[in-house]
Protein backbone atom coordinates (compact mmCIF):
# COMPACT_ATOMS: atom_id res chain seq x y z
CA UNK A 1 0.00 0.00 0.00
CA UNK A 2 1.01 3.65 -0.91
CA UNK A 3 0.37 5.90 1.93
CA UNK A 4 0.37 9.66 0.98
CA UNK A 5 0.69 13.16 3.24
CA UNK A 6 -2.62 13.63 4.78
CA UNK A 7 -4.16 16.29 7.70
CA UNK A 8 -6.19 15.27 10.17
CA UNK A 9 -6.94 17.12 14.04
CA UNK A 10 -4.90 16.58 17.18
CA UNK A 11 -7.20 16.70 19.96
CA UNK A 12 -7.23 20.64 20.33
CA UNK A 13 -8.86 20.72 16.54
CA UNK A 14 -5.43 21.93 15.20
CA UNK A 15 -4.51 20.42 12.11
CA UNK A 16 -1.74 18.34 12.24
CA UNK A 17 0.02 16.06 9.29
CA UNK A 18 0.17 12.30 9.09
CA UNK A 19 0.35 9.50 6.78
CA UNK A 20 -2.85 8.10 5.46
CA UNK A 21 -3.53 5.23 2.43
CA UNK A 22 -5.18 7.17 -0.52
CA UNK A 23 -8.45 6.02 -1.49
CA UNK A 24 -9.48 3.84 -4.33
CA UNK A 25 -12.17 4.66 -6.37
CA UNK A 26 -10.09 4.60 -9.30
CA UNK A 27 -7.58 7.38 -8.28
CA UNK A 28 -4.40 7.55 -6.53
CA UNK A 29 -3.49 11.19 -6.18
CA UNK A 30 -2.76 12.88 -3.17
CA UNK A 31 -5.71 15.13 -2.03
CA UNK A 32 -4.08 18.32 -1.98
CA UNK A 33 -3.97 17.15 -6.43
CA UNK A 34 -7.89 16.53 -6.72
CA UNK A 35 -8.40 19.94 -4.66
CA UNK A 36 -6.17 21.59 -7.44
CA UNK A 37 -7.05 20.18 -10.17
CA UNK A 38 -11.30 19.26 -9.79
CA UNK A 39 -13.26 20.84 -11.73
CA UNK A 40 -15.98 20.90 -9.18
CA UNK A 41 -14.02 23.60 -7.39
CA UNK A 42 -13.99 26.15 -10.51
CA UNK A 43 -15.13 28.98 -9.49
CA UNK A 44 -15.94 28.16 -6.29
CA UNK A 45 -13.48 29.87 -3.13
CA UNK A 46 -12.95 29.06 0.47
CA UNK A 47 -14.48 25.26 0.09
CA UNK A 48 -12.61 23.10 2.20
CA UNK A 49 -11.34 19.11 1.19
CA UNK A 50 -11.04 16.72 2.78
CA UNK A 51 -10.66 12.83 1.68
CA UNK A 52 -10.64 14.01 -1.95
CA UNK A 53 -14.02 15.60 -1.75
CA UNK A 54 -15.39 19.21 -0.64
CA UNK A 55 -15.93 18.59 3.35
CA UNK A 56 -19.31 18.71 4.34
CA UNK A 57 -20.46 21.10 7.35
CA UNK A 58 -20.39 19.92 10.69
CA UNK A 59 -23.93 19.12 12.27
CA UNK A 60 -24.46 21.25 15.11
CA UNK A 61 -25.05 18.46 17.74
CA UNK A 62 -22.00 16.82 16.21
CA UNK A 63 -19.56 19.90 16.42
CA UNK A 64 -18.62 18.34 20.53
CA UNK A 65 -17.87 14.89 19.21
CA UNK A 66 -16.27 16.34 16.10
CA UNK A 67 -14.06 18.81 18.46
CA UNK A 68 -13.42 15.84 20.57
CA UNK A 69 -11.59 14.34 17.90
CA UNK A 70 -14.07 12.04 16.83
CA UNK A 71 -13.88 10.70 13.28
CA UNK A 72 -16.41 12.92 12.25
CA UNK A 73 -15.67 14.11 8.38
CA UNK A 74 -16.32 18.23 8.16
CA UNK A 75 -15.81 21.71 8.70
CA UNK A 76 -16.98 23.80 11.19
CA UNK A 77 -19.70 26.37 9.67
CA UNK A 78 -18.04 29.62 11.10
CA UNK A 79 -14.80 28.72 9.26
CA UNK A 80 -16.95 29.14 5.71
CA UNK A 81 -18.77 32.37 6.92
CA UNK A 82 -19.05 34.81 4.25
CA UNK A 83 -19.81 37.82 6.65
CA UNK A 84 -17.13 36.69 8.79
CA UNK A 85 -14.73 36.58 5.90
CA UNK A 86 -15.30 39.70 5.17
CA UNK A 87 -15.10 41.36 8.37
CA UNK A 88 -12.16 39.47 8.47
CA UNK A 89 -11.01 41.15 5.08
CA UNK A 90 -12.15 45.02 6.19
CA UNK A 91 -9.71 44.47 9.91
CA UNK A 92 -6.55 42.67 7.94
CA UNK A 93 -7.43 46.25 5.60
CA UNK A 94 -7.10 48.40 8.66
CA UNK A 95 -4.42 46.75 10.51
CA UNK A 96 -2.43 46.68 7.35
CA UNK A 97 -2.93 50.12 5.88
Not at 2 to 23: E, K, L
Amino acid sequence: MVAVAGVSRDDGGRARFGRRAPRRRGTQRPPGVWCATNLRLAGLGGAYCENCDISPLVAPEEEAAWRAGAEIPGVLPYAVDPEAAARLWEVSERLTA
